[in-house]
């Protein structure tokens, strides 16, 4: 028998083990990792990445929702400000906050949305997503952009002379 090999064996046996360990998140580090996921590839416009966390029945809704993104809207920022888990481990929920403008205007918004995020077979899926605070129009509702009814009066001030 080698013995002096068998300490190098073992510890290399460990030192895999606890690496091996050391990757497995629990429940809620899945959930959080789906959610600041889904939440960045939306930021930079990468729906074909988002729909890989959005549940089957909502892909069609969160694809049309999410259509002007990087298009006809310009996301700024979006930043994960609540995570919640249920009391059950099998749901969460997440408030995002997410800072947007139209580039033909360029005044910044920002919405805030809630997520509610379900667990299946241990992978994590939106379910829904909803505007709870802040300016609409992200989610693709309806905005009626106001016009004014007469053009801005000229900025230029009557000249005074000093003197004359």
């Avoid at 580090?29 to 590839?41: I, W």
């Avoid at 009391?87 to 408030?95: H, L, W």
Wanted: net charge negative; with cysteine; charged share 25%.
């Amino acid at each position: 028998m080698n013995v002096p090999h068998l300490p190098i064996a073992l510890l290399a046996a460990f030192g895999l083990t606890a690496l091996g360990c050391g990757g497995m998140l629990s429940s809620a580090g899945k959930a959080q990792e789906a959610a600041l996921n889904l939440n960045m590839d939306a930021r930079l416009g990468r729906t074909e990445f988002c729909l890989e966390h959005v549940e089957g029945k909502n892909k069609e809704q969160f694809t049309k929702v999410h259509s002007a993104w990087g298009k006809k809207l310009r996301i700024v920022d979006s930043e994960v400000t609540t995570f919640k888990m249920g009391k059950d481990d099998e749901t969460a929920d997440v408030d995002v906050q997410v800072s947007w403008y139209r580039p033909e205007y360029g005044d910044l918004h920002v919405t805030v949305l809630h997520q509610k995020w379900k667990a299946v077979s241990g992978a994590w899926f939106l379910s829904s997503e909803d505007r709870i605070d802040g300016d609409t129009g992200l989610l693709g509702e309806h905005v009626e952009m106001e016009q004014p009814e007469a053009p801005a009066p000229n900025a230029l001030f009557q000249t005074v002379r000093i003197g004359d």
